[in-house]
């Protein structure tokens, strides 16, 4: 069975080669446009990792990892944010909050590949 990944994102072009990109690899996708979205689509559909992008409407991507790694029923969910802010602070205060991995844009499609593939043991 194909692994589950949900792309949190809010600008269409990035949803879009990252949900070509993550098919191409026989990975199932499901999209998310806002943070309060991302929090109820990991939730419903149980996904096996979240690419999640720190700036977003409605939730940021922070406030949604947070609020994922607190919740028992979620816990084993892989969270690699992604993120155009790629500060030392911000990649401090994601891996604090519980994401699993962080990756900066514009980042190499084959690292990213790499990346997910090492997150879910693939």
Known sequence: MAKKILIADDEQNIVISLEFLMKREGFE???????????RRIRSDCPDLVL???MMPKKSGFEVCQEIKADPAMAA???LML???GRDTEVAKGL????DA?????FST???VEKVRGLLGA
């Not at 996708?29 to 929090?39: F, L, Y």
């Not at 604090?96 to 994401?99: I, V």
């Open 110 to 112: 084959k690292e990213l």
């Open 52 to 54: 999640l992008d720190v």
């Open 102 to 106: 962080y990756m900066t844009k514009p």
């Open 29 to 39: 996708v499901v999209v998310a446009n806002d943070g309060e979205e991302a929090a």
């Open 77 to 79: 969910v892989r969270i």
């Open 96 to 99: 604090a909050l519980g994401a």
């Open 83 to 85: 993120t155009a802010k």
